[in-house]
């Protein structure tokens, strides 16, 4: 037994020191790139903006090529994959030192290229991996030999990958529960949660964001006059947020499908692995070296900047409706694409952005529309962060995800009615998209239990 948490706290310490090493040579990346593209003096935006497309056309291009010079099973989330394997199916190179290394570098050179794609997929699996390859080291073989305990390391090496992506121990577990396992033993909870506190605490120790939340929001000392957490009248607009963000969940899913059996339609789209880099990768470029919405902040940025209860001067050029707007539904069609692509890729963190722009739209025509309510957009902005989240992942621990990253408490029940009603407004149109790309990959997995079936039985004497 204590051989087993003294693994777990390995794995925690492993898990956040690759987190930080990734986080590190990403933010290299991106500022290098800025560095680069920083020319001063006249005509040279033309040349800034040749550099900043090359630039992040050569790091897409590096994430292609080590998933098909390294590892092809390095594509994509991985999520899929690792809950095919806690079900009992055995995907021997999924979780190998190759895969391990493809996934990391190509991590790196996806975001670092600026592409719509997030982490925690990747940061799974890599945790995932990270406890078989400790697995085999000579103090831990037991773990190894015994197929249950093995299962058992693996899911609280899932929840540890969320933690150390989010900062948030708690959630990573509820969150890992419910993407990479149909059932789940209690007394892995224990397990699960250790690992996750480990790996978060050390991110916290070692990186310099310590014990603080990661969008830390202060909606409770709004400047706004006669503040109060939010209205009654308020919950109204909340819940429907959670009602229509459910059913654009759904729709994002359908829109990746889709977008999959075209790609399978035409031999062009699904062969040419370069093709497919090259084109998405030029487009999010165009887009971003734009200064039409401030796209160049990255991922963090703009979640800083949706979730402040602040005006958004920044937004406000020529118009912040129509750059949210814009910022949308560019955001989605690029997130669907990306995350198709062969490179490792996340979608949460996109999705939390796509929803977090959402809600700060619908934040801002209120508060337009109607002056006298004690209104604040970021609120809404974290409310539709939660709830298109949960509509694409069918995730309620998203709403506790969310106040671990913004350390924010006042705007509990709201975030809470949203995430429900998303979640099950979703539900009605099918499965969540983890499922869908399982399914489209054609992977088994264990199905959900029929309950009527085994337990409405008739007995007679």
Not at 43 to 58: A, K
Not at 119 to 145: D, M, W
Not at 255 to 274: G, P
């Amino acid at each position: 037994m204590e051989q087993t948490w003294f693994f777990l706290m390995i794995l925690g310490f492993a898990t956040a020191m690759v987190f930080l090493t990734i986080d590190m040579a990403i933010v290299g990346a991106q500022e290098a790139q800025r560095r680069i593209t920083s020319w001063q003096g006249g005509g040279m935006f033309i040349i800034n903006g040749f550099l900043w497309i090359v630039y992040s056309l050569v790091f897409c291009l590096l994430s292609g090529a080590t998933v098909q010079y390294i590892s092809p099973f390095a594509v994509g989330s991985g999520i899929p994959e690792v809950k095919s394997i806690l079900s009992g199916l055995h995907l021997r190179y999924y979780l190998s030192f190759r895969a391990l290394t493809a996934k990391i570098i190509g991590l790196v050179c996806a975001i670092g290229g600026g592409l719509y794609v997030g982490r925690e997929g990747p940061y799974v699996v890599i945790s995932a991996a990270l406890a078989n390859a400790l697995s085999k080291f000579g103090p831990f073989r037991r773990i190894r030999q015994d197929q249950q305990l093995r299962f058992q390391v693996l899911s609280a090496a899932c929840a540890a990958g969320v933690a150390t992506t989010f900062g948030a121990p708690v959630g990573g577990v509820l969150f890992s529960i419910e993407v990479t396992s149909t059932y789940y033993l209690v007394q892995n909870l224990w397990k699960g949660f250790f690992t996750s506190v480990s790996a978060a605490l050390f991110v916290a120790i070692i990186g310099d964001r310590g014990l603080s939340a990661l969008f830390n929001t202060r909606f409770s000392e709004s400047q706004y006059s006669g503040y109060t957490a939010f209205e009654s009248r308020e919950l109204v607009a909340f819940a429907w947020i959670g009602v229509i963000f459910g059913g654009l969940g759904a729709l994002f899913i359908q829109t990746v499908a889709r977008w999959n059996s075209f790609k399978k339609q035409y031999k062009i789209l699904s062969t040419d692995r370069y093709g497919q880099i090259i084109a998405v990768s030029v487009a999010t470029s165009i887009v971003t070296l734009t200064n039409f919405v401030p796209m160049y902040k990255g991922q963090n940025g703009i979640i800083s900047d949706l979730f402040t209860d602040q005006p958004l001067p920044e937004w406000s050029q020529p118009n912040i409706f129509v750059n949210l707007s814009f910022y949308i539904v560019i955001s989605f069609i690029l997130t669907a694409m990306s995350i198709t692509l062969p490179i490792p890729a996340g979608l949460y963190t996109p999705v939390f952005l796509i929803g977090a722009a959402s809600g700060r739209l619908v934040g801002e025509v209120i508060a337009a529309l109607v002056p006298s309510w004690s209104v604040v957009p970021g609120a809404y902005a974290v409310v539709g962060a939660a709830a298109f989240s949960a509509g694409v992942t069918r995730t309620l621990s998203t709403s506790v995800i969310v106040f671990e990253l913004t350390g924010q408490l006042s705007h509990m029940l709201p975030v809470l009615i949203s995430v429900l009603l998303a979640t099950a407004v979703g539900n009605i149109f099918g499965p969540n998209v983890y499922d869908r790309l399982l399914q489209g990959k054609g992977l088994p997995y264990l199905p959900g239990f029929n309950a009527e079936r085994y337990f409405n039985l008739n007995f007679s004497t």
